[in-house]
């Protein structure tokens, strides 16, 4: 089964490098964690975000496209990137997502991707 970790963080949190701070050594330790799971052999994908200011939202409404900078709610937390992760169960999943750097300072949510989607058929093609 494939998941969706979807990693999140408060900006604020990756302000402050000291070394008593949460987020000592959560930047450097993602190349570490990438690597461990590809030797795991359950990376799929992955990519990190640029900032939520770089965002734009894009909705359709009444027939035209209304375009608005940033995200599109207003979070503590912003998106900050994924992993798409293939493994046996949930479980193991989970305790990949609890290993993720940023859990220390963020978040990561889990989520079983939909097997045989749309998209799925046109890569297929």
């Known amino acids: 089964m494939e998941y ?12 402050s490098q000291a070394s008593d701070s949460p987020s ?9 964690y990438t690597q461990a799971l590809h030797e795991a052999g359950v990376l799929v994908a992955g990519h990190g975000l640029q900032g939520a200011d770089m965002a734009t939202t894009v909705r359709f409404r009444d027939g035209a496209s209304v375009l608005t900078d940033g995200p599109y709610a207003e ?5 900050i990137g994924y992993y798409i992760l293939s ?6 999943a989970l305790a990949w997502a609890a290993k993720a750097p940023n859990a220390r300072i963020g978040s990561i949510e889990v989520r079983p991707l939909m097997p045989n989607s749309a998209t799925d058929e046109v890569l297929k093609g």
């Open 24 to 32: 000592d050594g959560v930047i450097d330790d993602w190349g570490l």
């Open 75 to 79: 979070t503590k937390e912003h998106l």
């Open 87 to 92: 493994t046996s169960d949930l479980d193991t």
């Open 4 to 15: 969706m970790l979807i990693l999140a963080a408060d900006p604020e949190g990756w302000g």
